[in-house]
């Protein structure tokens, strides 16, 4: 669980940050979950972004992403959606 101190630093880190999954009109399919989490490893910090074509909405998709992930939740400005998740090889954000 993310303290205020931590989601705050994330924050800042993220607003620098280019979206790096599009969730379009497929939805959120076991593609995109996998593409996530492999995004986390590598990046640790992922910025999504829901298109305007996609069937569901960014508030909508939250939880299923974060149960599917392990992730833990950053922000959310929109229709973009970031969140975090600590690597376990790939360790770059120092907490």
Known sequence: MLTG???SYLKSI???LNPLIQ???GGI???????IDKSLEDHELV??????NSPVEAREI????LDATNAE???????KLTIYRESKE??????
């Open 73 to 79: 939740f950053v922000q959310q400005i929109g229709n």
């Open 14 to 16: 993220a607003n620098t």
């Open 23 to 25: 969730v379009g009109k």
């Open 47 to 52: 910025k999504i972004t829901v298109l305007k």
């Open 90 to 95: 790939n360790k770059k954000i120092e907490l």
């Open 62 to 65: 939250v939880e299923e992403i």
């Open 29 to 35: 399919g076991d593609g995109v979950l996998s593409q």
């Open 5 to 7: 101190k931590q989601r």
